[in-house]
């Protein structure tokens, strides 16, 4: 063998810049697990730095805070998720004009995300657990949790529920949201509470069932929200 048929044979070195998103990527995924099992006050970024085999100042280099670090990780599959929803409900929105329905709509927001977590990868799975974190808990004074990337899909979710029913007050909309959103958390959660409470009935990762459970119940509960008498409802 040549010398020159040796050299064609030596893998192509990565770039500077490919080592640096790699190191990143490796940070991004150990912080992501460690925030999804002990949430954003339970974690080190000392801890993130030997679970990634990186320099604790390394993370400060890329990321300076944690607070930083935290919001990296969310807004790293954030666009995919969004974009996703977006379409989904953009899609069911022109397909279904002048005939949407509550259960419609919140198929078409609901389902990309539970497609996301059944694929079952260990990255989705703590990104679902993450997100249901950031929805349901109080963090450290650094990181914001009133405002998240998802909320200009949130804002598109509600718009659509009210061309369901425009009569129905815009706060009562934000309400049945917020509770919507509060069956999502306990769902990308994954705590295994309703496994134990049904015997094994139910199972917290089976995501097609709570799919489908939560737009046939929440679907029919929007029925329930009551008209604005008196005047038109406010928007």
């Given at each position: ?25 490796r ?19 000392r ?34 998720v ?57 963090m ?18 509600v ?33 295994g ?20 459970r ?22």
């Amino acid at each position: 063998m040549t010398g020159t048929q040796q050299r064609k044979r030596q893998p192509a070195r990565r770039s500077q810049a490919d080592r640096r998103e790699l190191s990143q990527e490796r940070i991004l995924d150990a912080a992501e697990e460690l925030f999804a099992r002990r949430g954003y006050d339970g974690v080190t970024m000392r801890e993130i730095a030997t679970a990634s085999g990186a320099d604790t100042a390394l993370l400060h280099y890329y990321f300076e805070t944690k607070a930083g670090l935290f919001d990296a990780v969310v807004a790293r599959r954030a666009s995919l998720v969004n974009e996703t929803r977006q379409a989904s409900l953009e899609a069911y929105a022109t397909s279904h004009a002048g005939r949407m329905t509550a259960e419609g709509v919140l198929r078409a927001y609901l389902e990309p995300t539970f497609r996301f977590m059944m694929s079952g990868d260990p990255g989705t799975l703590n990104y679902g657990a993450l997100i249901a974190k950031l929805n349901s808990t109080a963090m450290g004074g650094d990181v914001d949790t009133t405002h998240t990337p998802f909320d200009p899909v949130v804002g598109r979710l509600v718009d659509l529920l009210a061309d369901v029913r425009p009569e129905v007050p815009k706060a009562d909309l934000y309400w049945y949201y917020h509770f919507v959103s509060g069956a999502i958390s306990l769902s990308l959660a994954q705590t295994g509470r309703i496994d134990v409470l049904s015997a094994g009935l139910c199972r917290s990762d089976d995501f097609a069932t709570i799919l489908d459970r939560m737009v046939r119940v929440l679907g029919h509960g929007f029925a329930a929200l009551v008209p604005q008498t008196g005047k038109a409802a406010v928007r």
